[in-house]
């Protein structure tokens, strides 16, 4: 079992910056290192949909084309922690954010922060 907590999320205005970030736990031997993590959101009124992963190696991967050249995903091995880095934001980037690790068949979910881009 993982745990993941999102934080970082609140109402920004457009064209501004916000991090998210995400601290994993779980049980006595966990390896942060050996999840594939990864940022979804979901609009209201849509489905969720992946904004972009971070590969055990580091590399960003599925990025989604809404939001590319606006954000970069890191991850911090030594703190169990993935950021989120918005740029630009648009007010159609409103939506919870979800956290998501990922190792073989197993999937964890975060409980989601909200990030509300408006004047």
């Known amino acids: 079992q993982v745990h993941l907590v999102e934080s970082g999320g609140g109402l920004v205005q457009p064209g501004g910056s916000l991090t998210l970030s995400c601290e994993a736990s779980g049980a006595s031997g966990f390896d942060f290192s050996s999840y594939v993590m990864s940022w979804y959101r979901r609009s209201p009124g849509k489905e969720r949909e992946m904004v972009v992963s971070i590969s055990t190696a580091g590399y960003s991967t599925d990025i989604s084309d809404s939001v590319k050249d606006r954000v970069a995903i890191s991850r911090d091995n030594a703190k169990n922690t993935v950021y989120l880095q918005m740029n630009s934001l648009k007010p159609e980037d409103t939506a919870v954010y979800y956290c998501?690790?990922?190792?073989?068949?197993?999937?964890?979910w975060g409980q989601g922060t909200q990030v509300t881009v408006s004047s």
């Open positions: 998501n690790a990922r190792r073989g068949l197993g999937r964890f």
